[in-house]
């Protein structure tokens, strides 16, 4: 069956970077593109982006530009998404979710503070 | 950006009775290709959000037919008939066709 396991909590100062983890298993990985999207009380559920892990290539919401980067290993069947100049605003739950949304991770905590 | 405005806010429902969400975009859903990506979702309280119904009104694997999609356009709705204590939670809808893909603000279902 299809698996999203993703990487544990993360506590992290402001201004630093911090990269997450998506390992899949139960199908092919290079087969569907992985999307990624941040969840916060106050602004609900938003798309950062997507990528193709077959080919690499991504495409990201404007408003992640610049903060999110999504690379893959596929020779470990891993997706990963760094985050960078993080600031308190930056604070959520990500997750990665398969193809049209279809199975998501249990998702990362990250907590952006001094 | 596409808005969906999701209605209402909140439900209150009693064990086996029905409950109706709506979705209504700020824009046509409708891909150049012909296909309408609004999707259905279900977040229960300290899980992920799982799929229940893709492209307006097709169930996914595992999800009771008790769960029905319709719309067009831009006004989509779920219905949940025989509501059962495992479909408490916030329902989400989600469009596809354009980017960015965009969520709307969710709505919770308690039980009355």
């Known amino acids: 069956q299809v698996q999203l396991q993703q990487s544990g909590a993360e506590l992290v100062k402001p201004g630093t970077s911090v990269k997450l983890s998506c390992k899949a298993s139960?199908?092919?990985?290079?087969?569907?593109?992985m999307n990624w999207i941040k969840q916060t009380t106050g602004q609900g559920l938003e798309w950062i982006g997507i990528?193709?892990?077959?080919?690499?290539?991504?495409s990201y919401n404007v408003k992640f530009k610049g903060k999110a980067t999504l690379t893959v290993d596929k020779s470990s069947s891993t997706a990963f998404m760094q985050l960078s100049s993080l600031t308190p605003e930056d604070s959520a739950v990500y997750y990665c979710?398969?193809?049209?949304?279809?199975?998501w991770g249990q998702g990362t905590l990250v907590t952006v503070s001094s | 950006d596409v808005v969906l405005t999701q209605t209402p806010v909140s439900l209150l429902i009693s064990l086996g009775g029905q409950a109706s969400i709506s979705c209504r975009s700020s824009q046509s859903l409708v891909h150049s290709n012909g296909n309408t990506y609004l999707h259905w979702y279900l977040q229960k309280p300290g899980q992920s959000p799982q799929l229940l119904i893709y492209?307006?009104?097709n169930r996914f694997s595992g999800i009771p037919d008790r769960f029905s999609g319709s719309g067009s356009g831009t006004d989509f709705t779920l219905k949940i008939s025989r509501v059962e204590p495992e479909d408490l939670g916030v329902y989400y809808c989600?469009?596809?066709?354009?980017?960015?893909?965009?969520f709307g603000a969710g709505t919770k279902l308690e039980l009355k």
């Open positions: 989600l469009q596809r066709t354009h980017n960015p893909y965009t």
């Open positions: 492209q307006v009104s």
């Open positions: 979710a398969l193809g049209w949304f279809a199975y």
């Open positions: 139960g199908y092919t990985f290079t087969s569907n593109h």
């Open positions: 990528i193709n892990p077959g080919s690499g290539g991504t």
